[in-house]
């Protein structure tokens, strides 16, 4: 039975802006090889849509980046949105249903599947 756990960069107040700075090394180091251990993520519209950023290879990232990127690219990720009709690579489109689909992924895999972004975390407490 997988676990739903929830990670974020944010403010004491719960303000997020992924944009607004960039983690140092060893913060970098420890989303990656966070992203490397999960079973996948489920991710809320908006956050998907900054993460596809790393979808496409970029010449000018460093090593630690090409790592994330291929460790993001390689992990299952289930999109909630009601706008989207498609999603991207090794992604699957979560439509009305996100109660079913939650307890479905629950039931059928194992080990922790990250929630991404504060809107969906918040709604599936």
Do not use: C
Not at 72 to 89: E, F, H, I, Y
């Amino acid at each position: 039975m997988a676990k739903f756990v929830f990670g974020m960069n944010l403010s004491l107040d719960g303000y997020v802006d992924h944009q607004a700075f960039a983690p140092d090394p060893a913060l970098f180091r420890h989303w990656t090889e966070q992203v490397r251990g999960l079973t996948g993520s489920l991710y809320g519209r908006r956050l998907y849509e900054i993460m596809r950023y790393w979808d496409v290879d970029d010449p000018g990232w460093t090593e630690a980046e090409r790592d994330f990127a291929t460790a993001w690219r390689n992990q299952p990720k289930w999109v909630v949105s009601r706008s989207l009709t498609s999603v991207g690579p090794n992604a699957t489109l979560v439509g009305q249903d996100v109660e079913a689909a939650v307890r479905g992924l629950k039931a059928r895999l194992a080990g922790e599947i990250d929630v991404g972004g504060p809107d969906l975390a918040r709604s599936l407490s």
